[in-house]
């Protein structure tokens, strides 16, 4: 069955440290992925996307990420981390659902602290 | 151009009781998705659709029911609430299955 696991359901970083959330999938096709940004008491929001072509994606925010097909792995990151940044971070994979229709699996979920 | 929009933003059912959630999408997409939140579980997909007329069941459909009529709206029916219904409720929409999914801002439910 295909699966996203999100490695630390917490992650503190202090203001201006490197922010490195990671995301595993399985599949056994190759798949659409997806980081989305929560913050409190708000829907989600993209940040940036993987479907085909550069393996390294770069979204909003500073944020970016790298397909690594050989470790299954789609870890975010951003060089230097912001208070504003502090929120939940999910990864989400699409996979084939009925046929062409899709359907995103999401991680659990990554809440990030930042410490001033 | 709002996007898509969820009512209520929060309600408190009795066990037994029924409702509608409501969403609405303005940006012509064909697939929508009703999903649910608990905490530290992630999302969970209900069902969704692929235009108007057509639905289909995801990973947790029991104790609900959808339809899709028209294009822009997509309402979630609880027919007998629960308390592991209570949860908070995103509807979103797509243009195609690798676009982005965009989500309206919840809906809160609490079953008592």
């Known amino acids: 069955a295909q699966s996203v696991t999100q490695l630390g359901s917490h992650v503190s970083v202090s203001e201006g440290a490197l922010v490195l959330l990671r995301c595993n999938y399985s599949?056994?096709?190759?798949?659409?992925l997806f980081w989305y940004v929560q913050y409190p008491n708000q829907g989600l929001q993209l940040l940036l996307k993987y479907t085909t072509g550069a393996t390294l994606v770069k979204g909003i925010n500073g944020f970016e990420a790298e397909f690594k097909k050989s470790e299954t792995s789609f870890h975010l990151t951003k060089p230097s981390a912001h208070m504003s940044d502090a929120a939940e971070y999910f990864c989400a994979v699409s996979l084939p659902l009925g046929g062409s229709q899709g359907n995103l699996i999401f991680g659990k979920g990554t809440k990030l602290s930042v410490k001033p | 151009n709002a996007g898509v929009t969820q009512t209520p933003k929060f309600r408190i059912l009795k066990i037994g009781q029924s409702m509608t959630l409501q969403c609405a999408q303005d940006?012509?997409?064909?697939?929508m998705y009703w999903y649910r939140q608990d905490p530290g579980m992630g999302l969970k997909l209900i069902y969704y659709?692929?235009?108007?007329?057509?639905?289909d069941k995801g990973e947790v459909p029991n104790g609900y029911n959808v339809s899709r009529s028209t294009t822009e709206d997509f309402p979630l029916r609880l027919e007998l609430a629960a308390p592991s219904q209570t949860s908070v409720y995103f509807c979103?929409?797509?243009?195609?299955?690798?676009?982005?999914?965009?989500f309206g801002p919840g809906t809160r439910l609490l079953v008592l």
């Open positions: 979103a929409s797509s243009y195609s299955i690798k676009e982005t999914q965009y």
């Open positions: 659709s692929v235009g108007a007329g057509i639905t």
């Open positions: 940006m012509n997409h064909n697939y």
């Open positions: 599949s056994s096709v190759p798949p659409y």
